[in-house]
């Protein structure tokens, strides 16, 4: 079985232009979770959804950031305008019930 | 609140065993271990639900204290396959399905 995939793998772009992130959480998982790695700030969670529902958003950093999950295969992570502080490797992870985490390889983002 | 992990880097010779712990101020409901290579997505290596609750996998092994609200791995005869960096992620009854991570152990596994 294919594992979450997530695109793309790698984005360099400069401040003040959108970012699109992509993930494909793993089929039948009903959990799906966006996460931010920096070396400062360590592994930290942005939001998650539940059967396509964001639950808990309290750590969006900023108005910058939103995601959406239109279907049950499906997630974004947007960020506009982006910030060279914005730059960070992205996982998203999905889960079955809310339980064991799988995360897919991440997207790096460079924001010049 | 972010769990505490210690120690925060070790360095092994291969063979040899290590212990990674981590603790929390809050109550946990459970505890769960990833291992992260560098420029890697963490993989997950196992979940304790229970106080006391102890589980192994091949030489890898962890426990759960929950009255302590700590949790340890222990790594037996240690391969360099083993090298990497070593997360835990807890949650509590109230948190969801919210993991909040440590800020990891680096394990270094030499020949």
């Known amino acids: 079985d294919a594992g979450v995939i997530q695109s793309p793998r790698h984005e360099v772009t400069e401040m003040g232009q959108e970012v699109t992130l992509r993930c494909k959480p793993i089929?039948?998982?009903?959990?799906l979770f966006w996460y931010r790695q920096t070396m400062m700030r360590g592994l930290e969670l942005l939001i998650y959804?539940?059967?396509?529902?964001?639950?808990?958003d309290s750590g969006m950093p900023e108005d910058r950031f939103s995601a959406k999950m239109p279907n049950a295969s499906f997630s974004t992570l947007k960020i506009q305008p982006s910030e060279p502080r914005d730059s960070a490797v992205y996982f998203c992870?999905?889960?079955?019930?809310?339980?064991?985490?799988?995360f897919g390889p991440g997207t790096r983002l460079t924001v010049l | 609140q972010q769990p505490v992990q210690s120690p925060q880097a070790v360095i092994l010779r291969e063979g040899e065993d290590a212990v990674i712990n981590c603790s929390s101020s809050k109550a946990l409901y459970s505890v769960h271990w990833y291992r992260q290579k560098h420029g890697e997505a963490p993989v997950f290596l196992m979940i304790l639900l229970k106080g006391g609750e102890q589980k192994g996998h091949d030489k890898i092994s962890a426990s759960f204290n929950e009255k302590k609200q700590q949790s340890s791995l222990y790594l037996t005869a240690s391969q360099l396959s083993y090298s990497g960096t070593y997360f835990c992620?807890?949650?509590?009854?109230?948190?969801?399905?919210?993991?909040?991570f440590g800020e990891g152990t680096q394990l270094t596994v030499n020949p």
């Open positions: 992870a999905s889960s079955f019930a809310g339980r064991t985490q799988y």
């Open positions: 089929s039948g998982h009903d959990y």
């Open positions: 959804f539940n059967n396509n529902v964001p639950i808990d």
């Open positions: 992620g807890t949650d509590s009854v109230t948190s969801g399905s919210r993991l909040t």
